[in-house]
């Protein structure tokens, strides 16, 4: 039997961590999935162990690796979002944070000068997203809900 069939015969697979995205809840449809895009991509670099191992189609065609467990994206308002984004730091979870300034800029280089121009307590945040331990994660998020 094949590892991915032994996977899938022992059951389902249960993560002790948990990738989280949180976005402010009146975020048009693009700028949700704008920024939950921009977000996730800052946990695969940093956060290696995230990522899983390439697919292979039966054919036998590879495509990339992608995230190794599921992405869980929730919503909240500007309140809970800043709460949140306090408890991240305060645990030392890995973050990557979008605020509203990067909507009017164009490239990394323009992003970055714009997070960096503004204190943290300052930052209007649209979004965040962390991974870390799954009873910390859920720490962080108190307030916020599942995206519909």
Do not use: C
Request: hydrophobic content about 45%.
């Amino acid at each position: 039997m094949r590892s991915e069939e032994q996977s899938a015969a022992a059951g389902p697979v249960r993560f002790d961590t948990k990738i989280a995205v949180l976005l402010r809840e009146d975020l048009e449809p693009w700028q949700r999935l704008n920024v939950t895009a921009f977000l996730v991509s800052g946990l695969g670099t940093a956060v290696p162990e995230v990522i899983g191992e390439p697919y292979r189609d039966g054919d036998g065609t590879g495509y990339l690796p992608m995230f190794r467990q599921p992405v869980l994206v929730f919503e909240g308002t500007k309140e809970v979002l800043t709460a949140a984004h306090g408890r991240a730091l305060g645990r030392e979870l890995p973050l990557a944070v979008f605020t509203s300034d990067l909507f009017a800029t164009g490239n990394d280089r323009d992003n970055r000068a714009a997070v960096r121009a503004v204190a943290t307590a300052e930052l209007d945040l649209v979004g965040i997203a962390m991974y870390g331990p799954r009873n910390a994660v859920d720490k962080v998020l108190k307030g916020a809900r599942m995206h519909p």
